[in-house]
């Protein structure tokens, strides 16, 4: 059992790093001066539960809490909902769903709202995810958003991924293909009592054929629980193989880095009077906009753009 100051000193944990107050590192030395020992050895195995709106995720998800919690292990959750992207106000229905659990000790549950992020993810989830960690559950699942894309953002936190999908969601199948393939570690088609679903789940396995890895297609339904004993052993397995997304986390943090030092650099350039001086010209009409393009890149010391 997680004691319930720990519990609460883990969510004003997370919101004082959501609002801003303090980073990951002072939140976490702050968690550890309340007296809450930092864990040596083992860490929590992090769930990421992505896929398209409508697919069933927080359904899943809450029957994946049931069973942890039935093997005696503790859970956390870190669910990101939709966010305006004008108020930043959320539609945090995450423990609505899952208030079943609310009285469980044993059970950590935090909506984030996704705000200006378009990944799929909440800005703080990496950090919530840390100190979860830290606060010593067992297991973290990470819901996303849903936001219908390629939410590739989920590679940095998770160690195993689950892409869920249904019956009839059209051409779901083929936004899989665009990028999810790349960071699935089992695909899992929901709402299987649906006409459909084996269909589904064949050209699942037929695509995943014609990649280099591996990947279990399950079916389930949520609602009342078929197939979740399978889904149960699918996870178990992968976490026991020591087989992490760790290597493709590591690449996708340097790169997201390294992409947002190059953003910052852009923009620092953008400020400078050489590139004011350019765009006075496009706003003059003596210059065109590739033109433009070709020499705020030159002044960034980049590629110029071919035409």
Do not use: C, W, Y
Request: net charge negative; hydrophobic share 50%; charged share 20%.
């Amino acid at each position: 059992m997680i004691a319930h100051r720990v519990q609460r000193d883990l969510a004003r944990a997370i919101s004082a790093v959501e609002n801003g107050h303090t980073d990951v590192r002072g939140a976490l030395a702050q968690f550890a001066a309340l007296g809450h020992a930092q864990r040596n050895g083992a860490r929590a195995d992090v769930i990421g539960i992505t896929g398209p709106p409508g697919a069933g995720k927080s359904t899943l998800v809450d029957r994946l809490i049931e069973g942890f919690r039935a093997n005696g292990e503790t859970v956390a959750v870190i669910a990101v909902d939709p966010s305006s992207p004008f108020t930043h106000g959320a539609v945090l229905g995450d423990r609505v769903r899952m208030q079943r659990h609310a009285g469980d000790r044993g059970v950590f549950i935090r909506s984030m709202a996704s705000r200006t992020a378009g990944g799929g993810l909440a800005p703080a989830t990496r950090d919530a995810v840390r100190l979860a960690d830290a606060a010593g559950f067992d297991v973290v699942i990470v819901e996303t958003v849903g936001v219908g894309q390629v939410e590739l953002e989920i590679v940095a936190v998770a160690d195993v991924i689950v892409v869920v999908t249904v019956p009839a969601l059209g051409d779901s199948v083929q936004t899989i293909k665009a990028g999810l393939t790349e960071i699935a570690d089992m695909f899992v088609v929901n709402m299987a009592d649906r006409p459909g679903a084996n269909a589904t789940a064949l050209d699942l396995k037929h695509m995943v054929r014609e990649g280099a890895r591996e990947i279990p297609v399950l079916q389930t339904v949520a609602q009342d629980g078929t197939g979740l004993p399978a889904l149960l052993d699918a996870l178990a397995a992968k976490r026991g193989a020591g087989d992490s997304n760790a290597v493709r986390a590591v690449r996708f943090e340097v790169v997201r880095r390294a992409r947002d030092a190059a953003v910052r650099a852009a923009l620092a350039a953008l400020d400078s009077d050489d590139a004011s001086a350019v765009l006075d010209g496009l706003r003059d009409h003596t210059i065109s906009r590739n033109d433009a393009v070709d020499a705020l890149l030159a002044i960034l010391g980049g590629p110029a753009h071919a035409h």
